[in-house]
């Protein structure tokens, strides 16, 4: 049995704008039962609110097939110190996280500083935050994406925000986002799926694909995102298959194709298949990339 973890913009959508093929391939899992979970590393939405998105676009899942980076924030607190409390920099869906894992919102004297996306941001917020971590509140991070594409261009994201406040206190922050092992191992044990029946799709080297082959799952890069072919060589590692987009994918084939693979003595899956494996694949052939493309 395989199951996915799968990256959202870039991936399944661009902006407000359905990739093609994305409806097609969600729908095939769906129809074979097959394990599977929509990860992102913005946490201004609750994943109700993702999954209306989603639905709006033409893909019918629920909420349960989201998860977000701040359920994975909400989450990690919760085990470490339950009941705690918060000062948040972000917006509906860190705070709903919170409350839901028995967190308390406060002002003063908290447990954790935790910043996540945001767009009312203001110098006052950011002044009483560096105040809170210098009396020794814990900073922590939904992610580190620096930032964030929006539909009128690039706004600062998260590991912007944090930035500033790590300068500000000399205090560096933890991150729970991708490619942190904390969200994807919670993603993928959620699933009930063990490390060689879990594959990564996303878009971007930096988050999905690194996180991907740090915790030695399967992992494809899909080109219809923010990465083009001639970035994969800046880069000391390669996911394990590169097509041009979701709409190349095929979960039958996927699943043989990788059941061929075995794993390496140290875990981490190999660095690249070649492309004569996929040949039987006709609707997926052509988009491939030749094993170069990604040394």
Request: negative net charge.
């Amino acid at each position: 049995m395989f199951g996915y973890l799968i990256d959202m913009d870039g991936v399944i959508y661009r902006g407000n704008e359905l990739i093609a093929g994305a409806d097609r391939f969600i729908h095939e899992l769906r129809s074979s039962d097959v394990p599977f979970l929509f990860l992102t590393n913005n946490s201004q939405r609750a994943r109700r609110d993702v999954a209306t998105k989603v639905r709006r676009l033409g893909i019918d899942v629920e909420e349960q097939h989201v998860f977000t980076c701040a359920m994975a924030t909400a989450q990690f607190l919760a085990r470490k110190k339950p009941g705690g409390t918060a000062y948040v920099i972000g917006e509906g869906g860190l705070l709903t996280a919170l409350h839901t894992n028995g967190y308390s919102i406060v002002d003063k004297d908290p447990d954790y500083v935790v910043v996540g996306e945001g767009r009312t941001l203001n110098f006052e917020m950011v002044e009483a935050a560096v105040g809170m971590i210098l009396a020794g509140a814990k900073l922590v991070a939904t992610n580190l994406d620096p930032n964030c594409p929006t539909q009128t261009g690039t706004r600062p994201g998260c590991g912007a925000i944090v930035a500033m406040l790590e300068a500000a206190t000399g205090v560096k922050a933890f991150s729970v986002g991708k490619p942190s092992p904390v969200m994807l191992r919670t993603a993928r044990k959620s699933l009930g799926l063990t490390t060689d029946q879990t594959i990564v799709i996303g878009d971007t080297m930096e988050t999905d694909i690194l996180g991907g082959v740090q915790l030695g799952f399967k992992t494809v890069l899909v080109l219809s995102g923010g990465t083009r072919p001639n970035d994969l060589s800046r880069y000391a590692y390669t996911p394990d298959l590169v097509v041009d987009s979701i709409a190349d994918l095929d979960h039958d084939r996927l699943r043989e194709l990788f059941r061929q693979v075995p794993d390496s003595p140290d875990g981490i899956p190999p660095a690249r298949l070649e492309r004569a494996k996929w040949s039987d694949a006709p609707q997926a052939a052509s988009a491939l990339h030749t094993s170069s493309r990604v040394s």
